[in-house]
């Protein structure tokens, strides 16, 4: 008797592919994210520090140019950290998205999977009672031929 096949293995085969790359984007999108969060508190922490030496400059004996320039620099750090910002949520809207397009990947694998092992425990069940039948038959024939030498 031939060996099991499952008829729909290339399409599982391509439904693994499609999860490995589905997989692969997410992390991907994940490392773009990591770096936007990165970017993001080095921006907060340059903004703070600038922000800070305005004020000191603002209190102390500083020249109204080197205040002007502080507070124009500040203000590009406000608006970069508000673009970056939009950055991390586009990024985190993403990565949410990329994690269901993988979810479902996973779940039409694992349909055809699950398919996959119902039909080949159908097949063992069918082997191992087409080899009992011919076990019985078998068993039959000999004592069979038994009976008829003794009958003899």
């Not at 770096?35 to 921006?43: C, G, I, T, Y």
């Not at 082997?127 to 039959?140: I, P, R, T, Y």
């Amino acid at each position: 008797m031939r060996a099991f096949r499952f008829r729909l293995e290339r399409v599982l085969q391509v439904r693994r592919l499609q999860e490995d790359l589905q997989r692969r984007v997410l992390l991907e999108v994940q490392r773009k994210l990591d770096d936007a969060r990165v970017h993001l508190a080095e921006l907060q922490e340059g903004f703070a520090e600038y922000l800070k030496r305005l004020r000191s400059y603002r209190s102390g004996k500083a020249g109204a140019y080197e205040v002007l320039s502080y507070e124009r620099y500040v203000d590009y750090l406000h608006m970069a950290l508000e673009r970056q910002r939009q950055v991390v949520e586009g990024l985190e809207a993403q990565l949410e998205e990329r994690r269901r397009a993988l979810q479902e990947a996973v779940r039409r694998r694992q349909v055809l999977e699950s398919l996959r092992e119902r039909q080949e425990e159908s097949y063992r069940k069918y082997k191992n009672k087409v080899f009992q039948n011919f076990l019985d038959e078998v068993g039959a024939r000999n004592k069979a031929s038994r009976e008829d030498i003794c009958d003899i």
